[in-house]
């Protein structure tokens, strides 16, 4: 990583930090689950980052960007992330997220429809695996207000128990993610559901979907799979077994294959 750089932007009236692998190369946006930091992402970038110029941001609210008081809904964020994209001069660069921040890269791509090239959505917080949407952000609102009182050594014991093949890199980002989250970010658990209908309906560029097991936690059932690509013009939806929600902690392996599998499909549409 020490070829790795680091920067801010003002986006949106807000600091975003990021880190870049850089090199002229196609962009590559990532950006990371409510709760996280850019650098959650690190291994993922090491894979792709021979044949990308990886950008890891750090959402408002988290990691090193600014936390200002308001703005932490999934539209105005995907602004944020506009504002990155412009301020960097990245030109029309692919992007993936992960839970809430698939919701992100989903709201760019609807309302930009010209921004992006394609865009992977890792369990997006899109279907009801989890249950009632207002019953599950009330509970991961409360567990995020829980995090500031709980010590790095705690999260990453925590984090052990419950993931024991996750690298021990992996389990230190995590952590670091959490100890960095402020708590005006609690206010991502207090919109209402996602448009996520009408975003699918509206993107043109390329979609993969990667989801996973719904008896291990994931939050999107095949049903709500099914109506998804009954919605998209231009997707495809890769299932990988044997995780939930964390895809690419858990199935690290199978995950960095479906990527690099789907953007060089995207790769080769542009070369015609």
């Keep these: 990583m020490a070829q790795w750089f680091t920067g801010d ?32 992402w690190a291994r993922v970038a090491r894979a792709l980052e021979q044949d990308y110029d990886v950008i890891m941001y750090d959402q408002r609210g988290h990691g090193l960007s600014d936390a200002p008081e308001s703005g932490y809904d999934f539209e105005n964020q995907a602004v944020d992330l506009v504002g990155l994209i412009a301020t960097l001069d990245l030109k029309h660069p692919r992007a993936i997220g992960h839970s809430g921040g698939a919701a992100i890269v989903a709201a760019v791509a609807a309302n930009y429809p ?58 230190a980002l995590w952590a670091e993610g959490k100890r960095q989250m402020s708590s005006n970010a609690v206010q991502i658990f207090e919109q209402p559901r996602p448009p996520w209908r009408d975003w699918m309906h509206r993107i043109t560029c390329p979609i993969l979907l ?15 799979v099914q109506e998804m690509a009954g919605l998209w013009r231009d997707g495809k939806a890769v299932r990988i077994n044997g995780t939930g929600h964390m895809i690419h902690n858990d199935r690290f392996e199978p995950y960095v294959e479906a990527v690099k599998t789907f953007l060089a499909e995207v790769e080769g549409r542009e070369k015609r």
């Design 114 to 171: 010209d921004l992006l090239t394609c865009v992977i959505l890792e369990d997006p917080p899109f279907g009801s695996g989890w249950g009632a949407w207002t019953t599950v952000t009330e509970g991961l609102r409360q567990w995020a207000l829980g995090l500031g009182s709980k010590t790095r050594e705690e999260l990453i014991a925590n984090r052990r128990e419950s993931s024991p093949d996750w690298s021990e890199e992996d389990v």
């Design 9 to 40: 932007v003002i986006a949106n009236g807000c600091k975003i930090h990021y880190h870049r692998t850089g090199g002229d190369k196609p962009a590559l946006v990532l950006s990371h689950s409510s709760s996280d930091n850019g650098m959650y």
């Design 210 to 224: 990667i989801t996973s097991d719904l008896e291990q936690g994931a939050l999107n059932t095949p049903e709500d």
